[in-house]
């Protein structure tokens, strides 16, 4: 596996499939069953992965591969998880505190940080290409 301390703006599928032991095929077949998978594609037509995609594919992997649920299953999970996400937070304000906007806070600032960095890693592949 690649170190993934490196980290680059967009993988293609060759690099994703090396990083994450997936066969470029399986990778293809994924995109037509989790709809939370599409990666974007460049003026070429090829595709370019992000380091969101690629966690989701090791997320994918994981529950098929070692928890071997089946992608029907899979499929209910990332649902759930994506649609629980924010139902979650919002069950925990129902009974408000002095602490609770410290928790909004907290996520909202977690939130921002991860697009901050990603805002940056595009910066800085653009400042590359000049």
């Known amino acids: 596996m690649r170190d993934l301390s490196i980290k680059k703006l967009y993988y293609s599928i060759s690099e994703v499939s090396k990083i994450t032991d997936i066969e470029q095929y399986v990778l293809r077949y ?51 998880y994506e649609q629980d996400k924010r139902p979650l937070e919002i069950k925990e304000k129902k009974s408000p505190t002095e602490s609770e906007p410290a928790k909004e806070s907290e996520i909202n600032n977690e939130a921002l940080k991860e697009d901050l960095v990603e805002v940056r890693e595009t910066l800085l592949y653009l400042l590359d290409k000049l």
Do not use: H, M, V
Request: overall charge positive; charged content about 40%.
């Open 30 to 80: 994924w995109e037509t069953e989790f709809e939370e998978l599409s990666p974007q594609k460049n003026r070429a037509g090829n595709r370019i992965y992000t380091n969101k995609d690629i966690r989701l594919i090791l997320y994918i992997k994981e529950l098929l591969r070692e928890k071997k649920y089946t992608i029907e299953g899979a499929k209910k999970i990332l649902e759930n």
